[in-house]
Antibody, heavy 119, light 116 residues
Framework: QITLKESGPTLVKPTQTLTLTCTFSGFSLSTSGVGVGWIRQPPGKALEWLALIYWDDDKRYSPSLKSRLTITKDTSKNQVVLTMTNMDPVDTATYYC???????????WGQGTLVTVSS | QPVLTQPPSASASLGASVTLTCTLSSGYSNYKVDWYQQRPGKGPRFVMRVGTGGIVGSKGDGIPDRFSVLGSGLNRYLTIKNIQEEDESDYHCGADHGSGSNFVWVFGGGTKLTVL
């Protein structure tokens, strides 16, 4: 059974750096073709893809946010970490991590964590 | 990159059928699209992938047979038959595009399905 869970601060101040951790079980991020992605959803709005890391440590970022994002993995801990710099109130959203299978499908998602950006 | 367009809302009576539409922007008629169900307060759940030939691969875990897909031209459809109260959710479509540094994952705006 594959599960993922996001963790991190619920409130950050403008200009601060956000660090989110995705802790997963039921799969290995060293398996060929597998990846973990981050997606966010502002309240009442659409899903927005942020970043993806592959089993071989290859990384992909949303072009519009690339300068602010860093994604890393710790295979031994079954964790993926996303950092986003220079947070702004418009970054207030629920942040999800998801398992990408070898067919390229985001087939399992975490429950999400709501991050509010406010002074 | 493709743009995915979804109507913001849809409704159907209990026991009826409904078809949700995800429309790809021009030039992307060969793209596959993934459907996701998002119940209130929950994370998205993969439903199934659809191309012009219909379902691609398998349905997501626990997706009932009442859910089916079709693809035609720029449209990707998700049909739910014999709608149940538990089907009241937001439904999102998504697709990946490109490779290397040009890779992106795009989502539609989502359709809120209300069960009457």
């Amino acid at each position: 059974q594959i599960t993922l869970k996001e963790s991190g601060p619920t409130l950050v101040k403008p200009t601060q750096t956000l660090t989110l951790t995705c802790t997963f079980s039921g799969f290995s991020l060293s398996t060929s073709g597998v990846g973990v992605g981050w997606i966010r959803q502002p309240p009442g709005k659409a899903l927005e893809w942020l970043a993806l890391i592959y089993w071989d440590d290859d990384k992909r970022y949303s072009p519009s946010l690339k300068s602010r994002l860093t994604i890393t993995k710790d295979t031994s801990k079954n964790q993926v970490v996303l950092t986003m710099t220079n947070m702004d109130p418009v970054d207030t959203a629920t942040y999800y991590c998801a398992h990408r299978n070898s067919s390229g499908i985001l087939c399992y998602w975490g429950q999400g964590t709501l991050v509010t950006v406010s002074s | 990159q493709p743009v995915l367009t979804q109507p913001p809302s849809a409704s159907a009576s209990l026991g009826a059928s409904v078809t949700l539409t995800c429309t790809l922007s021009s030039g992307y008629s060969n793209y596959k699209v993934d459907w996701y169900q998002q119940r209130p307060g929950k994370g998205p759940r993969f439903v199934m992938r659809v191309g012009t030939g219909g379902i691609v691969g398998s349905k997501g875990d626990g997706i009932p047979d009442r859910f089916s897909v079709l693809g035609s031209g720029l449209n990707r459809y998700l049909t739910i038959k014999n709608i149940q109260e538990e089907d009241e959710s937001d439904y999102h479509c998504g697709a990946d595009h490109g490779s290397g540094s040009n890779f992106v994952w795009v989502f539609g705006g989502g359709t809120k399905l209300t069960v009457l």
